[in-house]
């Protein structure tokens, strides 16, 4: 079964700062997504970036990138130029690409406090 | 496009009592996913149902729960005979197909009092 790790229960960063979220997963697929999402008190899960395994390239969007690591099986998040409204808990998901069912399985999240 | 709505929102329940969560997909989504929350953790698949069809309730439980998308209406989630332990967010999400992306509902709190 696909299993997603991420190893920081809790991040800080000071405001404008750089910081990197770390996630692993395990699968024996060889053809598959992988997620950010970021869940505010709001509740609302927002997709933050995708990643499809096949593209070697890494996804950007904005401020947010990914460190795509395929044989080391590593997808972190680095967030540039922090905000305040970054604050959040960041969950890492993984989605097997030719399954009927495109269900995500997610690790544990990373709650991301930003400091002013 | 008014997004995926859940409702209701908060939902308290008593032990014994059934609860009835429901979602409206985004317009145009044939695809409905059910995932449970709990308290400091990830998400965690329930079904995957798409019009009349349960494609995948490999995550649901095997007694008490249940879930329907009918041709017209809402999906709905319900759980019969609610203990503490069913205490959890429950969210929704929608897609127009297997490629492509997830919507989220904003999630139904269900207590178990």
């Known amino acids: 079964a696909q299993t997603v790790t991420q190893s920081q229960p809790e991040m800080s960063v000071q405001e404008a700062e750089t910081v990197t979220l770390s996630c692993t997963y395990d699968t024996s697929e060889s053809d598959y997504y992988l997620f950010w999402y970021k869940q505010p008190p709001s509740r609302q899960m927002i997709l933050v970036i995708r990643?499809?395994?096949?593209?070697?390239q890494n996804a950007t969007e904005n401020r947010f990138s990914v460190n795509f690591q395929k044989a080391a099986k590593s997808f972190s998040l680095k967030i540039s130029d922090s905000q305040l409204g970054d604050a959040a808990m960041y969950f890492c998901?993984?989605?097997?690409?030719?399954?009927?069912?495109?269900?995500?399985?997610f690790g544990q999240g990373t709650r991301l406090t930003i400091n002013p | 496009n008014a997004g995926v709505m859940q409702n209701p929102r908060h939902l308290v329940r008593r032990r014994g009592q059934e609860a009835r969560l429901r979602c409206s997909p985004m317009k145009g989504h044939s695809h409905v996913y059910w995932y449970r929350q709990l308290p400091e953790e990830g998400l965690k698949f329930m079904v995957y149902l798409q019009k009349e069809n349960i494609i995948d309730e490999s995550g649901m439980p095997k007694e008490r729960f249940s879930a329907e998308f009918p041709k017209e209406g809402p999906s709905i989630l319900r759980i019969q005979q609610v203990v503490r332990g069913d205490s959890a967010a429950y969210f929704c999400a929608s897609s127009p197909g297997l490629l492509y992306g997830y919507t989220f509902g904003s999630g139904t709190r269900l207590t178990v009092v």
């Open positions: 998901a993984y989605s097997a690409g030719n399954q009927g069912a495109q269900k995500l399985v």
């Open positions: 990643q499809e395994a096949y593209k070697q």
